[in-house]
């Protein structure tokens, strides 16, 4: 098991908010709070991402990573990624709440977003943990 240790327990974003870091190492869990917490829908983006938005103002409130030490490790080929398969079956306009919301500051700075393109016409989007964001050690 590795030793978590995360660089900045709470840091500024562009617009004046906070961003606040909250890890539980029993249940290696790591919570993102984008300002102060409120109302939200939860969106699973996969069994071990939460991203909870505020639909009526169309922002991320929050972002949960279970298994972080997991999530987050860089493997021999890089960071691991995990299709965002849940996305098809939200509504479209919830799908385009969420989809900007973690291509755009401050979820962008925690996940990157690629996709893999199966043809022409079918692409599916990934998600990494973006490790940079965090300090850990074996």
């Known amino acids: 098991m590795k030793t978590i240790q995360i660089n900045h327990k709470e840091s500024g974003i562009s617009n004046g908010e906070t961003i606040r870091l909250v890890y539980d190492e ?3 869990m790591l919570d993102i709070f984008f300002g102060e917490n409120e109302p939200a829908t939860g969106i699973e983006l996969t069994d071990n991402i ?47 709440i969420v989809m900007n919301a973690i291509i755009t500051a401050p979820v962008s700075q925690f996940l990157r977003v690629s996709y893999f ?4 016409k079918k692409r599916m989007p990934f998600a990494s943990v973006e490790p940079l964001r965090f300090a850990y050690a074996a």
């Open 26 to 28: 029993e249940g290696d």
């Open 50 to 96: 939460l991203l909870r938005v505020n639909r009526a103002a169309k922002r991320a409130v929050s972002l949960t990573i279970l298994h972080f030490s997991i999530m987050a490790e860089r493997t021999e080929f890089g960071t691991r990624s995990y299709p965002l398969s849940n996305l098809k079956t939200l509504p479209v306009d919830l799908q385009e």
């Open 117 to 120: 393109q199966a043809s022409q």
